[in-house]
């Protein structure tokens, strides 16, 4: 037994003090061997060896963990609370720190706004919620009193079996009231979901999408569906009725087509014309890359070192138009006061264009013959309006009211279709209590701090 702990102490010199031990190691060997022809060392040498303390080799000792180990860099760093277990195995280590409550949250608990459709039939105004992942349906005259702290919507539809995730594009079937909710950011799908559903209820039927799909419009004499796709920019179009992996019809994208981060779209049947909203995030790509194995792809093509701003945009096309087709005209400049154009809503009925200018705070309205820098015509924008980072219009013709959907104050607000300047909305439909900031955080890939400004900075 004495034997045996000696042997232990020489193994720790060993492993704590490499010079002590080489020289317990020599003794054990039988001493040094001795060489009249070897120079003696000029540097530090050993003079004494000194044994330490008697150790309890009876209780557990430090095990010697390989490299390869997978659990000694997390547990290192990610260190119990003082007073834990001796006995926590990295498995309860990890479960600590995931089920650890945040200090703070930064988190927007109440429906935003992002999209806005009509349900003339049954006089519902139906709105897509982007932060919750909802689409809410309200009876048409609604108005939320200043006083109150929400109107509650006649039916909701959410929940994980919905498959309803940063949903941006919303279409109401004027036949049957079938609601259409493009996904935009995650899922690549678009649902469609019966007027009579609610709750965590699934969709009657899916369309797989290019992944980025936007917005939505639908030639219901053609039974034709168009969505935008962000990146790479395009417009596709299938048969109303696709659904699962069906492939569009026909596709519009290529250079000559100048879509630059495509979002809004409308179509003017009367007159045969394709109206698409542009971001201006542009680049060039490479048609023959753009295909893979006969189908498009959403981020193949982009030629290195094309990426550029360039400025907002409405593109006009004929509503047959595809492949690499350039516009018929252009509405852009700084007399358009473009600025991040969101969704938009052609009015066939008096030739009018009306744009969602998330960036201006406004709502735009040009003819839908317009051309090149040209200034709308009317402009709603300023504090009595209410709007704020509008991006949904829509346009009842039956009751000659404009309905915008604004991000930026949990609000729907409804005004004169013939409004103009700063002026008060008619009715407004609020998912918040007055003056309730709106966060409009969606879908954060990092978050960053800024230590001059003490700001954080969250991407979107």
């Given at each position: 037994m004495i034997k045996s702990k000696q042997l232990m102490q020489r193994v720790l010199l060993f492993g704590?003090?490499?010079?002590?031990?080489?020289?317990?190691?020599?003794?054990?060997?039988?001493?040094p061997a001795t060489s009249n022809n070897l120079p003696l060392a000029s540097g530090p040498r050993l003079v004494s060896i000194q044994a330490l303390p008697e150790m309890d080799t009876s209780g557990p000792m430090c095990q010697l963990m390989p490299a390869a180990a997978s659990e000694t860099?997390?547990?290192?760093?990610?260190?119990?609370?003082?007073?834990?277990?001796?006995?926590?195995?990295?498995?309860?280590?990890?479960?600590?720190?995931?089920?650890?409550?945040?200090?703070?949250?930064?988190?927007?608990?109440?429906?935003?706004?992002?999209?806005?459709?009509?349900?003339?039939?049954?006089?519902?105004?139906?709105?897509?919620?982007?932060?919750?992942?909802?689409?809410?349906?309200?009876?048409?005259?609604?108005?939320?009193?200043?006083?109150?702290?929400?109107?509650?919507?006649?039916?909701?539809?959410?929940?994980?079996?919905?498959?309803?995730?940063?949903?941006?594009?919303?279409?109401?079937?004027?036949?049957?009231?079938?609601?259409?909710?493009?996904?935009?950011?995650?899922?690549d799908t678009l649902v469609i979901f019966n007027r009579e559903a609610k709750g965590d209820v699934p969709p009657t039927r899916e369309l797989s999408t290019p992944h980025r799909t936007y917005g939505i419009a639908v030639d219901e004499v053609a039974e034709e569906m168009f969505l935008t796709v962000q990146d790479a920019p395009q417009v596709v179009v299938y048969k109303k009725s696709a659904s699962g992996e069906?492939?569009?019809?026909?596709?519009?994208?290529?250079?000559?087509?100048?879509?630059?981060?495509?979002?809004?779209?409308?179509?003017?049947?009367?007159?045969?014309?394709?109206?698409?909203?542009?971001?201006?995030?542009?680049?060039?790509?490479?048609?023959?890359?753009?295909?893979?194995?006969?189908?498009?792809?959403?981020?193949?093509?982009?030629?290195?070192?094309?990426?550029?701003?360039?400025?907002?945009?409405?593109?006009?096309?004929?509503?047959?138009?595809?492949?690499?087709?350039?516009?018929?005209?252009?509405?852009?400049?700084?007399?358009?006061?473009?600025?991040?154009?969101?969704?938009?809503?052609?009015?066939?009925?008096?030739?009018?264009l009306y744009v969602a200018n998330d960036g201006g705070h406004s709502v735009l309205v040009f003819k839908t013959t317009d051309s090149g820098d040209v200034a709308p015509y009317r402009v709603i924008s300023g504090p009595k309006s209410n709007i704020k980072n509008p991006t949904g219009v829509h346009v009842d013709p039956k009751n000659d009211e404009l309905v915008v959907a604004n991000m930026g104050n949990h609000m729907a607000t409804v005004y004169p279709r013939t409004a103009n300047g700063d002026v008060a909305?008619?009715?407004?439909?609020?998912?918040?209590?007055?003056?309730?900031?709106?966060?409009?955080?969606?879908?954060?890939?990092?978050?960053?701090?800024?230590?001059?400004r003490d700001e954080i900075l969250v991407p979107n």
């Open positions: 704590i003090v490499p010079v002590i031990a080489l020289a317990s190691l020599i003794v054990l060997a039988g001493g860099l997390y547990a290192a760093l990610m260190q119990a609370p003082a007073g834990a277990s001796a006995q926590a195995t990295p498995g309860d280590l990890r479960n600590a720190i995931k089920d650890r409550p945040p200090l703070r949250v930064i988190k927007d608990p109440y429906p935003t706004y992002s999209a806005v459709a009509m349900d003339f039939t049954h006089d519902e105004i139906v709105l897509l919620d982007e932060n919750l992942f909802q689409v809410m349906a309200y009876d048409r005259t609604a108005n939320t009193p200043a006083s109150a702290t929400m109107t509650e919507p006649k039916r909701v539809i959410g929940g994980h079996n919905t498959k309803i995730e940063f949903n941006c594009g919303l279409y109401i079937d004027p036949k049957n009231g079938d609601i259409y909710a493009v996904n935009n950011d995650t899922l069906d492939r569009p019809i026909r596709v519009l994208r290529g250079n000559k087509t100048l879509l630059a981060d495509a979002h809004g779209l409308s179509l003017d049947t009367k007159n045969g014309w394709m109206f698409v909203a542009n971001y201006g995030n542009a680049a060039d790509y490479n048609e023959q890359t753009q295909r893979q194995g006969g189908q498009v792809s959403s981020f193949g093509g982009r030629v290195p070192g094309s990426g550029r701003f360039v400025a907002p945009s409405i593109s006009v096309y004929p509503i047959k138009a595809e492949g690499d087709t350039a516009p018929i005209r252009v509405i852009s400049g700084p007399k358009t006061k473009l600025d991040w154009p969101a969704h938009i809503f052609v009015d066939e009925n008096h030739g009018d909305p008619k009715r407004v439909i609020r998912a918040a209590p007055l003056d309730t900031p709106a966060l409009q955080i969606g879908n954060p890939g990092a978050v960053a701090y800024d230590t001059k």
